[in-house]
């Protein structure tokens, strides 16, 4: 193959980690910068190019490398441009594909993080074959990327598949989108946290999450005591898992799909979360669809995954 | 053009409608049989050969015709089998497309009704030329087709797009599907009748409604009094415009649609339905969408709407 690499970055708010990857989803060489210091995006670009140029050349150089895929928030896929990240330090609209393809000198596209992540997981992982599935991404939000016919669905302006948003309890907690009740207000990992000083200030329970200060316990914590069988922490992942359940038996009427892939922090709780889920999806399932939808977890890599899922983007270039 | 017509079946729990429909959107020709009286499905197909084979040969025969599209409740346009539907008189899976091929001679298509509408909207009416859009048929249930990329999504088995089932209420009104709170429980017209025996029986508001025996008030008799400017039917319509808009705000995040078209009885309260769906739609919408997303009445007649939509299933055969 004449091109046989492309370059996967996944830029978060913090940090950015991009890296080579070969034909067979391996990764190649990778490494990572920060993105939040850099409050002028063409000196991160220039950045994230003296880091990047050397694991291109440690591969034979650019004319190696088939394509850029960045997964970015609020990454417009049919624009290539990242539009109003509020969590990015550069504002308004910015052009991202386009100065990375001229600053390399080869293609460049560009998506949302939980859409890359789809793409990766149908490129490489537990969704390969599949053509009708929906990833949701259970991190400091909760992103989604719908599948249909084995394309993601961008829809008309390029920023479908937004799922954490759907409300999923009226008049429920305030979200960072301005809205009240938004899945991501549940079941991402700052949600979890949410629910655990719920729990803790309106009961009495015991709880070795009542040795943390309050206002310092995260979703890791809550794991932790529920894997030394904190009853209250298990409660919550019931709690998180009969939400997602209940919103996963809303979104199948819409696409059928053949599964939904979970796919970040939460999803190391494993059973504990998976278990509520699947009673509390197929409890609220129309007939037609109950026993038929599974709901898997992702097995990429998890240090890997996000710089795959963009890396999937470039073979398309 | 050699075979310039298709035949559209537009196939309802009481009646059958078919029709002959030419490129431009025109139906040429139409007839109709009981479907209800059928307990039989080859003695049904019977009797709609006799009638359309009239308008068949009236027309050039069979070798003038493209093919035929039905759309059926239950329909399945995987498999051209419509499966289990509750309202029809036969039961358990039915191959409908392999049957009406066989006995005209001619390739058949199926899918259900609100599908089959999407495809007329696109082919011939108010969606023409839009790549994505979300139909919603407001008639004596809730249908909806997705389309997305210039295709109406069917997902992984076939039957995606029951958003008339999507729970817009917790614990709400009691569904045909024996789940509780879904959108067709409230916006259908049995739930709009719903509505008003609601406001009926728990308040002393003053209404036109209160001339008819409470269980015998119909969406029909809410629209007429409105259009009086009964005080109560607009509260209804009021009420019924807010849980579409804020459904309709849960169902753009999924595919990002150019516009929300509706279809059906319903649509005609105009503006005193549009009116609340819009503004709670836009009240509802996460700040990416808000002002962007169109809601607009089909354009199709509805007398031959249905068999236009099935119809333009047939050009594709």
């Known amino acids: 193959m004449e091109k046989p690499y492309v370059v996967g970055m996944d830029m978060g708010g913090t940090n950015t980690v991009f890296g080579i990857v070969d034909a067979r989803g391996n990764v190649?060489?990778?490494s990572a910068i920060k993105t939040g210091t850099h409050t002028d995006v063409n000196l991160y670009i220039n950045d994230v190019y003296t880091e990047l140029?050397?694991?291109i050349d440690a591969?034979?150089?650019?004319s190696k490398i088939k394509g850029i895929g960045v997964g970015a928030p609020n990454g417009n896929y049919y624009t290539g441009n990242i539009e109003l990240a509020p969590n990015l330090p550069w504002k308004g609209i910015i052009p991202f594909a386009k100065l990375m393809s001229e600053k390399f000198g080869i293609p460049a596209a560009l998506t949302n993080d939980a859409n890359a992540a789809a793409v990766g997981e149908m490129t490489y992982g537990a969704a390969l074959g599949m053509k009708n599935f929906i990833m949701i991404t259970l991190g400091t939000g909760v992103g989604s990327g719908i599948v249909i016919d084995g394309k993601v669905v961008y829809g008309h302006d390029g920023f479908a598949g937004e799922l954490g948003h759907v409300t999923v309890v009226k008049n429920?907690?305030?979200?960072?989108?301005?809205?009240?009740g938004c899945l991501e207000t549940y079941a991402s990992a700052s949600g979890v946290a949410r629910t655990a000083r719920e729990i803790l200030e309106t009961t009495k329970k015991d709880s070795l999450l009542r040795n943390i200060p309050i206002d310092d316990i995260t979703s890791k914590d809550v794991f932790d005591a529920a894997v030394d069988g904190d009853v209250v922490?298990?409660?919550?992942?019931q709690f998180t898992g009969e939400i997602l359940g209940e919103s996963f038996s809303n979104f199948v009427p819409f696409s059928a799909p053949e599964a939904i892939?979970?796919?970040?922090?939460?999803?190391?709780a494993g059973d504990m979360i998976l278990n509520p889920?699947?009673?509390?999806m197929e409890k609220n399932q129309l007939d037609l669809w109950k026993g038929k939808v599974k709901v898997i977890f992702s097995d990429l890599k998890?240090?890997?995954a996000a710089v795959l899922g963009a890396s999937a983007l470039a073979w398309e270039l």
């Open 28 to 30: 190649v060489s990778k």
């Open 53 to 55: 140029i050397k694991l």
């Open 59 to 62: 591969v034979g150089g650019v």
């Open 172 to 180: 429920g907690r305030k979200c960072g989108c301005g809205r009240l």
């Open 233 to 237: 922490a298990k409660e919550i992942f």
């Open 261 to 268: 892939v979970l796919f970040g922090g939460l999803a190391k």
């Open 277 to 280: 889920i699947i009673e509390s």
């Open 302 to 304: 998890e240090a890997d």
